[in-house]
């Protein structure tokens, strides 16, 4: 893989959706923020709903809901304050505000070919997080960074087969990168004669990828007032090449009577999982309507990161770290209301279980569960223009952890946090 070429793909892509900082806010490194349109309704109902061209990034059947040529472009801005606090081999130690700032954007297109066929493109993102752990933090042995980026290009088709039933589907186009690393904390004998000094890479890994990966969605209008979508998304698997650098990687090639070197050519495997989600929709009066979703994402494949560096190791893998995820499962439910013709005024909450169990928990990824309280408003500035927007305040859950290691000893804490969320969305019919 030519890494260079990989970087200008990444940033010609990212330019064209206006540019993209990633971080964690769904499950694991899952992004849920698709649209400003959803979030003010906590992204209840997705797979059932077709407020505007981002509907085909959770299902591409309800494309079949949009009439004409449709254009919908926003972002969401995520403001997350995360601490890790705990005591390494006996001493305290605490890190605020681990996880960056983001801007999330988003770009959509549709198109209605004819009374059964219809035609979208999306570009957006699923996966992305960043942490960072510096200063006087004592557990940097552990882990001190960590970052995935994705950036996903998704063309759609859907066919309405009559009234009542809708396929979609589409293939996913998917840009990654991301590194890894761990850091000594203080002064770090590594072996006899070796000492590594404070804040110097124990081990650093990046690279980036492209990859491929599919959607396929359905819906069914079971009446005039009640609907239920379902929409799945493939796994995608990426293997990002570049390179890694670091003491330990530098001992190792002593070891093999090599020269250190600045960096050694590597990849690392990285599984963006499969997700699924079933939503359903209910207009009760002329005015109020509910929808609710239950989502599934794959999160057991993601059970370790390993590199190849084949010039320190030959075929045999590199252990970055142990993750040990399982499944995780999210359930929200959203209502609509109609204020006046122009004004829709929209509400939600959600459940967001934690992909990890407490004895698995890493500070560079600090998963727990969270809990979603979201409104939102969307305007018809003109019949062709209306815009959005949405709040959402999310409650981390407090969760213990417990890092062990051999040769760099033990750390427990818990990590603690919330986030808050604003988006923004403009869609036009043309």
Do not use: C
């Not at 990633?22 to 407020?51: C, H, I, K, V």
């Not at 890790?84 to 681990?98: C, F």
Request: aromatic share 10%; charged share 15%; glycine share 10%.
């Amino acid at each position: 893989m030519n890494k260079n070429k990989n970087k200008i793909t990444l940033s010609l892509a990212a330019a064209l959706i206006l540019g993209m900082s990633a971080n964690t806010m769904a499950a694991g490194f899952q992004l849920a923020e698709y649209s400003a349109t959803g979030l003010g309704r906590a992204f209840a109902g997705e797979a059932a709903m077709a407020d505007n061209a981002g509907a085909q990034f959770r299902n591409p059947a309800m494309l079949t809901y949009l009439e004409g040529t449709q254009v919908s472009m926003g972002a969401i801005y995520v403001d997350p304050n995360i601490d890790v606090e705990g005591s390494v081999n006996g001493t305290q130690t605490k890190a605020s505000d681990i996880a960056n700032s983001a801007v999330i954007p988003n770009f959509y297109l549709s198109h209605q070919l004819n009374d059964k066929v219809f035609l979208g493109l999306a570009f957006g993102t699923n996966y992305g997080m960043e942490t960072e752990l510096a200063g006087d933090y004592l557990a940097t042995q552990f882990g001190n960074q960590a970052k995935v980026m994705s950036i996903e290009i998704n063309p759609n088709i859907a066919y309405k087969i009559n009234e009542q039933f809708s396929v979609g589907g589409g293939i996913r186009y998917v840009m990654g990168e991301g590194h890894f690393g761990a850091a000594a904390s203080s002064d770090m004998p590594l072996a006899p004669g070796v000492t590594v000094p404070k804040g110097a890479d124990l081990k650093y890994m990046e690279g980036d990828d492209t990859a491929w990966g599919w959607q396929a969605g359905a819906a069914w209008q079971i009446n005039e007032n009640n609907r239920i979508g379902f929409n799945y998304r493939s796994e995608v698997e990426l293997n990002l090449t570049g390179s890694a650098s670091g003491a330990i990687y530098d001992l190792e090639a002593l070891k093999k009577g090599k020269k250190p070197s600045a960096s050694y050519a590597g990849s690392m495997a990285l599984t963006l999982p499969a997700t699924a989600e079933i939503a359903s929709f209910h207009q009760l009066t002329n005015k109020i309507a509910v929808h609710a979703s239950f989502n599934w994402t794959d999160w057991s494949s993601f059970d370790k990161l390993e590199a190849k560096i084949p010039s320190l190791y030959g075929n045999d893998p590199d252990l970055i770290k142990e993750e040990n995820w399982e499944d995780n499962y999210r359930l929200a439910v959203g209502t609509t209301y109609q204020y006046t013709n122009k004004l829709v005024l929209r509400s939600g909450i959600a459940y967001d279980t934690s992909a990890v169990s407490d004895e698995h928990r890493t500070q560079t990824i600090p998963e727990t569960d969270r809990l979603w309280l979201s409104m939102g408003a969307g305007y018809n500035w003109s019949q062709n223009l209306t815009l959005d927007a949405g709040f959402t305040y999310i409650f981390a859950k407090d969760a213990p952890m417990n890092e062990v290691d051999p040769s760099l000893g033990q750390f427990k804490g818990e990590t603690t946090g919330s986030i808050w969320l604003v988006g923004v969305q403009a869609s036009y019919r043309f």
